[in-house]
Structures are given as C-alpha cells and as structure tokens.
C-alpha cells in the first residue's frame, strides 16, 4: 500500500501545475464583465500612442475600488507580460465616486469603467519575423462588493496588430481620457498655485488653489490618493475663500501614511475631476501602528492591544515563545481528525516489523525528516507568494478547486488498495513493486509527506499565534518555527520508534491485521466524501457531481487493471476512454467558482464583509466573527458542536450580538488582510468585537464554557 507514496507525489504536482482553458480576452463572472482592450492608433512603433487597459462593467449595485479604496476594500491590480522592448506604466485611474456605506464611505467605481495603462515602446522594440501580431497577457485581480464582497480574478490575452492603427477601442480611451482628473491650472510664467494641507489637532486643513473659475462656489467631493488619512466617512465642511477652496477633514486617529505631499483629487456635480498635489505644512501628529491598507480600522485595535486578548499572543510574543508554541502545535495535531487515516497506515506497519529495532529507528527518523520537509517546502511556497504580494495564509493549497479533487482521486484509490481491490504487485513490474522492500526509508519519508498533505487543512491550539508570528518574520526565522511545527507533529512516532518498550506492547501481527487493513478503508472513504463537500463549497453542486462521477471511473479504471489477458485489455482501453471523456467534458465544473451564498433576512450567521464590523460597532452592537473554511476540518468540529450549541446562542441573543462568518474556503486577500491584523495567519479564528474595546480572541478549539464566559464579559 505504501507504493502510493509516489503516486501521491505525481497527483500533487499534477494538481499544482493543471493548466486552465486558454485564456481571452473577456472574464464574465454573475457581477463583472471584465475586457482586456488596446488602443494605438498609430500602430506599435517607438514614440507612439499605445494603450492597454481593462474595461469593468459592473452589474446594477456593485461596484469595484479607487486607487485609494476608502474605508474598506482593495484597488484592482494589473500585472502585464508584454513582448521586449514594450513597458507597461501605473493605471491612470480615472476620477471615482464616494460610495457611502453607513457611517462609512468607499471611493470606486459602478456601472462601466476603463482602466487604461500607458505603454511605453523603445527602440529595441522587434516583433516576431513574419508576425502581424503580439501577445499581450494580463492578470488582473479586483474586489467586487454590494453589500457583501467577491474577490475576482482573471487572466487575459490579447493579440496586439503591429503594423496600421489598431483604434477598435479607441472610443472607450476617449471618453477614459476625459474621465481623468486633469491638474490645477497653472498661473502666471506656467507656475501653478500652491495647495497645501494642515493638521490641526483631530482635524485636516486643506486648502487648493488654481481650480476653474466655473467650480467656484460649488460643493466639490474630496479624494486623497492615499488611504488612512481622513475619517473617510465623517462629516466635513468646506468653503469658498475667493479663488481659494478650503476644507476641514477629520483625521483619521490611527492614520498609517504621513507624506511630504499629499495628491488629491476634487470632483464636482458633474463628476469632472481636478488633481493637486498639496504640500503638507507643519507635519503630522503621531499615531498608533496602523493595519494593512485595506484593513477595516476595528481591526487596529488588535496590533495594539493583542496582548490583552489572552489567545492572541502572536503580536508580542518571542521566537522562543514561537518555537514552544509551535511544537505544541504539532503534537496536538496528531490528535486532529484529518490526521488519523495516516497515522493508523503507519501502526499496520509497525506491528508489522516490531522487533526489527534498527528499521523502527531509520524509519522514525525518514518520516520526521519527511514530515519536516513538508512543513519547510509549504512554508517556503507561503513566504515566496507572501512576498511577491499574495494575500495568503495557512491552509492556502486547499483553496484550489485542483489540489482538493487530486486529493480526492488519490485517497479514492488508497482506500480502494486498503480494501483489497487491488495490490500493486498485481497491476506494476515486479521491479517497481518491490520498491517498498527494497527502499523502506524513502516509503516512510514518502509517509510523512503524505501525512502532512492532510494535516494541512488543521489547526491546532497553539498553532495559530505561532504562525501568525512566524509569517511577520525574517524568512530563515519564519522556517524554523515551521520546522518545529514539523517536529512536534512527527515527535510521537520518532519517540515510539526509539523506545523498543512501544513496539513490544503492541498486538503481534495476526489475520487481525487484514481485517484492520480492509477496515481502514473506510476512514479514507470518508475523507473523500469530506474533499467533495469542500469542492461542493468551491465549485457548486456541479463540481461536486463532475468529481463524483471522475471518481467512478477512476475507480473503474483501477478494478479493469485488475484483470487477466484480454479482458483486461478490453476493459482497460475501455475505462480510459471513459474517464478521458469525462474529464473532458466535466473538468471544467470543477474549476468553477460557486457563487457566494447570501443570507437571507432574519438568518442568524450574516457573511462577513470588509467595513461589515466597523458598522455594526457604530451602532453599539457587538459582533462576533467566525473566520472558517469548509476545508478546515477544526472549523467543522467547532461550527457543529460549540457554535451550534442552544446554551451559547441564547447567550448571543440575549447580548444582541451580530454573528458574522468569514468564509476564507477560497482565496480572499481582504479576510487574509483581516486575519493577518488579528496576529493570525490561517484559520480557525473567532473573535469577539465590543465598540471602545480591544478584539478578543478565542483559542482554536471552541469549549461551550470559554465562549459563554467571553460572551457574558463586562
């Protein structure tokens, strides 16, 4: 059975490196039709006109973000790859609108909106010989809110003409020009006026000079390029000093930016938008650490305050600190569900050998050193991504629609061998089947790989604080507390595969170990059920169904191998080409994204939204927030026993409490951001919010008695 190990390495990187259908030139998703355009109308030559740029047309109610988002949100991000000698400059975003939300207020856009990007082309500028075209590739991601939030992504290609003008758009680039804010005017000798901004105590003075003389008098709206200044949605008052606009803003009491100069734009009923860069006169107050941009300000509170939350030591807490954590961590792992397949396997096997002392000692340390290296390679990935601006977190694999039905095909056809559908040596060469025997260090390194691909979706007490504090780390620091996580969780079996009293105490090996072997089965199964539920969370009711019927055939596939001379010829070209079609055809229901569940009115759990807790804390309400996912089984055990539990949602009732479910089963920059603000870095989170007070957060593993108790807290 242990031959599966390279299987299970061949599934991962399959699932890793699956490419997707061909990309266009057009994204639709139920609120966004996203559309890569080009604009040059003089063709792709040095020193001319070129534009690239993305077209977002919303559906009724939504809307995306500014360069600056406001209170909550992210701004779309574009990232190119153009043909050499072809540069893509920043976005000239276009002037947006406030789009308030309570006593908060976004800046973005709805309805139809282009964002062009200027290309710059240099004379070392060749197209392909013999080409009348260039590939012009696109990633582009964007936050798509109403009055819950969707990330959305997409790639685009576009097939840019080189030679003649290429003005299909051009259009749209018109009327995205005219929608730019334009500068002040400048005054005499080409000098423009000096605009300039004051802090004064809690208040921002601004004053802009050079606006045209129609504006005057005008009630003009008011958007600083930079975000965490001003109280976004506070009320403000401004006035007209002869050529001069004047304002007074609130500040923002934890503002993170304190610039030189500050750019902003003002727009008039028309929406028509003017620029200035407004020089900062006097400095700025001092302010507590802010949270990422794009962190709704409640959340703040917890870089401050982290230490007095007892379970959210992360913010403050030592490497060594880290380190005791983390091995703390990984042993409790061992005791989590998603964990218990694996470790069964490995006691068949230890039975198996219980006096060869020397082979229990090697493999002990080939699956720790599996184990470690796991954690150190998944780390690695999470760092690197981290760096090059992912918002990712612990558990970050399984947000893939890909990696979950890989996962799901390969404990199919474990559970299948454990239940005596099949042996190895039956379907491969005698020289690949007795790989086990001859390399059994690689089979138990091999193991503890396959270990922690299933004990990645778990969080563990302990866990949390130690990655979120791991993640904020220099990259060699960050490895080590990932190496000890590695450790902890591979300690129980090293520990066992040293002392010879462990193996002498188990059951000797008997017809009991069959039996044990077929009953094994039966956990995998359910793991498999449980990896198309998840995918049912990701994909739909479609994509569960399209696995489910892959998985059928997969399994005929793995019986018709099992025959003998032309039926397992017959039967075998047979179910190849069944499960080849099926793919073909039902594939892509698995890659799909579902569409978010809204609740309905009156349901107690409301989605979680960026801003959501900022606007229920205005009102005096206090709000407990569950961060989840369907592939963390943690999360499961807690939603179905403690959270469902009558005694703890009397508690919420009678408090008033607000109950809102951060849903992180696919990626999500703005709950990453939010996590990553409460010292966390993957999920189980619960956190309690109270308005004047510091976040509370609870330990991973939910007691009826500590959620009460912090419920009923004064």
Avoid at 171 to 179: I, L, W
Avoid at 596 to 602: D, E, I
Avoid at 632 to 639: E, F, I, L, R, S
Wanted: overall charge neutral; proline content about 8%; glycine content about 10%.
């Amino acid at each position: 059975m242990r031959l599966l190990r390279p299987l299970f390495l061949l599934f991962w990187l399959a699932a890793a490196s699956a490419a997707s259908a061909a990309p266009g030139a057009v994204v639709t998703t139920e609120r966004v039709r996203a559309e890569l355009l080009a604009h040059a109308p003089e063709g792709v030559e040095p020193g001319k006109p070129v534009w690239l740029g993305l077209q977002l047309k919303h559906q009724p109610e939504w809307h995306t973000y500014w360069k600056n988002p406001g209170d909550s949100g992210l701004p779309t991000q574009l990232q190119w790859t153009l043909p050499a000698g072809l540069e893509a400059g920043e976005i000239a975003w276009p002037t947006p609108k406030k789009i308030p939300i309570g006593n908060l207020a976004n800046y973005g856009y709805e309805d139809t909106v282009l964002l062009p990007v200027p290309v710059t082309v240099s004379g070392s500028f060749q197209p392909p010989p013999g080409a009348a075209t260039v590939d012009v590739k696109l990633q582009a991601s964007w936050l798509v809110c109403r009055k819950e939030c969707i990330p959305e992504e997409g790639s685009f290609v576009l097939k840019l003409p080189v030679r003649g003008a290429t003005g299909l758009h051009g259009p749209a680039f018109d009327a995205a020009q005219k929608a730019q804010p334009r500068p002040v005017a400048a005054g005499l000798q080409g000098v423009r006026p000096e605009s300039t901004v004051r802090a004064e105590g809690s208040q921002l003075m601004v004053e802009v000079q050079g606006l045209p003389v129609a504006l005057r008098g005008q009630k003009l709206e008011f958007f600083p390029e930079l975000g965490e200044i001003i109280e976004t949605g506070a009320a403000w008052t401004q006035s007209w000093a002869g050529a001069v606009w004047k304002a007074q803003i609130p500040l923002n009491p934890q503002r993170s930016n304190s610039p030189d100069v500050l750019p902003v734009v003002l727009a008039g009923a028309d929406g028509a938008g003017w620029r200035a860069e407004a020089r900062v006169v006097g400095g700025w107050p001092q302010v507590a650490q802010a949270a990422p941009a794009g962190v709704p300000p409640a959340l703040q509170a917890a870089l401050d305050a982290n230490a007095a939350a007892p379970a959210a030591p992360a913010a403050n807490m030592g490497l060594a600190a880290a380190l005791l954590f983390a091995l703390l961590g990984g042993l409790i792992l061992n005791l989590m569900p998603c964990v218990f397949p694996v470790l069964a396997i490995k006691v068949v096997g230890f039975t198996r050998h219980a006096d060869d002392v020397r082979g229990h000692r090697l493999g002990g340390l080939a699956y720790t050193a599996g184990v470690v290296v796991s954690f150190l390679a998944l780390a690695a990935v999470l760092l690197a991504l981290r760096a090059a601006g992912e918002q990712l977190g612990w558990g970050f694999q399984l947000q893939s629609p890909l990696v979950v039905a890989a996962l799901a095909a390969l404990f199919t056809v474990i559970g299948l061998n454990l239940a005596g559908v099949f042996e190895f040596g039956s379907l491969l060469p005698s020289s690949v089947a007795s790989l086990q025997a001859r390399h059994p260090v690689a089979d138990a390194f091999l193991t503890g790989v396959l270990a922690v691909a299933v004990a990645s979706p778990c969080t563990a007490p302990f866990m949390g604080a130690a990655l979120g504090f791991a993640v904020s780390l220099p990259a060699a620091q960050a490895l080590l507390v990932f190496a000890f996580l590695g450790l902890g969780m591979a300690l129980p079996y090293l520990v066992a595969s040293w002392v010879p009293a462990v193996a002498r105490a188990l059951p000797r090996p008997g017809a009991w170990m069959d039996t044990f072997r077929r009953f094994m089965a039966f956990p995998m199964f359910a793991t498999v059920a449980w990896l198309v539920w998840v995918l049912g969370q990701q994909a739909g009711i479609d994509g569960a169904g399209a696995l489910l019927a892959l998985l059928v055939a997969l399994s005929l596939v793995v019986w018709a191998f099992t025959l003998h001379g032309k039926a397992r010829t017959a039967m075998g070209t047979l179910s190849l080409v069944l499960f080849a079609g099926l793919a073909w055809a039902m594939g892509g229901a698995i890659v799909q994204t579902a569409a978010p569940q809204t609740a309905a009115a009156g349901e107690r759990w409301q989605p979680w939204a960026p801003g959501r807790v900022d606007q229920l804390l205005a009102t005096g309400q206090p709000v407990f927030v569950d961060f989840t996912a369907a592939w963390c089984v943690t999360c499961q055990y807690n939603k179905k026993t403690t959270l469902a539990d009558r005694e703890v949602l009397a508690d919420f009732e009678a408090r008033r409490f607000t109950l809102l479910r951060a849903d992180w089963t696919r990626r999500d920059p703005a709950i990453t951001a939010a996590l990553a603000a409460l010292g966390r870095n993957g999920v189980p989170v619960y956190v309690i919010y109270r308005a004047g007070r510091p976040p509370v957060v609870l330990s991973e593993v939910l007691g009826v008695q500590e959620v009460r108790a912090a419920i009923n807290a004064l």
